[in-house]
């Protein structure tokens, strides 16, 4: 019971908190007209934070804040919280997961479910796009296959990590009960 309402706490609050975040940095930037010519941004929307580690997420961090060091456009106001949400959306879901798992274990594996759902989301979306891509623009199949090849790696990667960063982060916030 503790595993699967700490997986099913920290998905929907992965995904909603990924949601918000990228809704309010497309608001900010001006291009939310966006989801209604492409509504498969959604995907991405949704599971694409899963990719990034945490060290690449630091290294946007500062990259942001020192666009807006440059410039004060609202595009850098918006990659900024698009960043941010990188790390609040998993750290605040893992924190919930970690909380509210029935015991370690829970929570860990909790949390490590929803990076891998995260990462089969995003894995799903990169070959429907792969896909699209290859018969839309008539493109070689072997340099869309290589493409997917290389994502592939990179969701993997990414969704291993993130499962094991963001778990220890939920096993840190697993509360114990002394009897």
């Known amino acids: 019971m503790g595993l699967a309402k700490s997986f099913i706490i920290g998905l929907v609050a992965f995904l909603g908190l990924n949601f918000v975040f990228e809704i309010l940095a497309l608001t900010i930037s001006g291009g939310i007209a966006i989801l209604g010519t492409m509504p498969m941004v959604i995907f991405p929307m949704l599971f694409g934070n899963i990719l990034f580690t945490p060290g690449v997420v630091s290294n946007y961090i500062v990259a942001a804040f020192g666009q807006l060091m440059i410039s004060s456009e609202t595009a850098a106001f918006a990659l900024i919280i698009q960043t941010l949400g990188m790390v609040i959306s998993p750290l605040v879901a893992s924190i919930l997961a970690g909380r509210l798992g029935g015991s370690r274990s829970g929570a860990f594996f909790g949390w490590f479910l929803v990076s891998v759902v995260a990462m089969v989301g ?25 493409e997917v090849w290389i994502y592939l790696a990179e969701i993997i990667i990414g969704g291993i990590v993130n499962g094991v960063f963001y778990g220890g982060i939920a096993l840190i916030f697993k509360r114990d009960e002394f009897y």
């Open 122 to 146: 995003a894995l799903v979306f990169y070959f429907i796009y792969a896909v699209i891509f290859t018969f839309y623009y008539a493109i070689s199949p072997l340099l869309a296959i290589t």
